[in-house]
């Protein structure tokens, strides 16, 4: 039985519609990442799991329970919120337990959860202090412990980690993951950062104009995009996605002649190339260097092939100078095809591609 199921689910406001008949199951004891750009509806769909707003149409149960028209207080969840809201004037234990006292928990529970909760999280020598005395991550790890102290089985939380800087992002998506294993609890998480998604996550919903885009794994998900769009926002830098013609033998990358990347007619197709499975081959798809961009590791580089930008994921410092001329291939299993119109993926086209 899915924790968390949403059946067609709606949310209108007049002709704006911010969530259209979407639908996808979370699985007990899994991490669901809602993931999309702003103005997806993704923190949308998460108020309408928590019965912060009312759907318009559709269904919503969680264990099973039809919820759709119950009060929050009523779907056995808790909610993390961005802004953490955290009572200023209460300290640490008092913010932690506040949900505890107001449902009339017994004093002797309160205080078993409220032990367990700040070793689990690492506040036990921090419970007297007010959030003014914390720091970013303390707070976050506060409104996480407020949390689950509740102990219901089903956890949300809306984008928890915007607000702290790149290192304490890190760090924290490694301990809710942590937690959320340890605990066995099932968490529904909103973000718009695909790294998060990728990491985190064992279910990923992507959103886009408030319909389902793809619903997958994420390896799933970068290795088999089911749109143009899902191709794009997964994977740094994004792939590439290249309009194909027809050439004399097969498609080719528009406004090149050769090589052949496909068999077959290529009008109306897009080619799509992950940077880092591209390689440089003199004997590959020829290319125009605009700029590279040193990282350490690797460099990235940025050419147009035919009439298309290109980035190139290389190991390494490469030594190329704007308007050099390169060649560019890649191995058949790294091509993706979709097509122009609608951006559905293609599978048939893919049956040759060039030799790295």
Known sequence: ???????????????????????????????????????????????????????????VRIGGVDVTEAPPSKRSIAMVFQSYALFPHLSVAENILF?????????????????????????????ARKPAQLSGGQQQRVALGRAIIAEHPVCLMDEP????????????RREIRALQQQLGITMVYVTHDQTEAMSMADQVVLLREGRVEQDAAPAALYARPATAFAARFIGTPPMNLVRLADGARGAV?????????????????????????????????????????????????????????????????????????IGLAWP????????????????STAAAAIAA
């Open 332 to 347: 058949r299993e790294a091509q993706h095809f979709f097509r122009a119109a609608d951006g559905r993926r293609v599978d």
């Open 99 to 127: 949900g505890l006292k107001v449902r009339k928990v017994p004093a002797p529970e309160r205080e078993r959860r409220l032990k367990r909760v700040a070793e689990l999280l690492g506040l036990d020598k921090l419970l």
């Open 161 to 172: 980690l915007s607000n702290l800087d790149a290192q304490l992002r890190h760090d924290m």
């Open 253 to 325: 990358i528009r406004g090149t002649d050769s090589p052949v990347v496909a068999p077959g007619a290529g009008e109306g197709l897009l080619l799509g190339v992950r940077p880092e499975a591209v390689l440089i081959d003199p004997a590959g798809v020829p290319a125009a260097v605009a700029a590279v961009e040193y990282l350490g590791a690797d460099s990235i580089v940025a050419c147009t092939v035919g009439e298309a930008p290109f980035i190139v994921r290389a190991p390494g410092k490469l030594e190329l100078g704007a308007g050099a001329r």
């Open 1 to 59: 039985m899915a924790a968390i199921a949403l059946e067609r689910v709606a949310k209108h406001w007049g002709a704006t519609r911010a969530v259209d008949d979407v639908s996808f199951d979370v699985r007990a004891g899994t991490f669901t990442v809602l993931l999309g750009p702003s103005g997806c509806g993704k923190s949308t769909t998460l108020r309408l799991i928590a019965g912060l707003e009312a759907v318009s149409a559709g269904r």
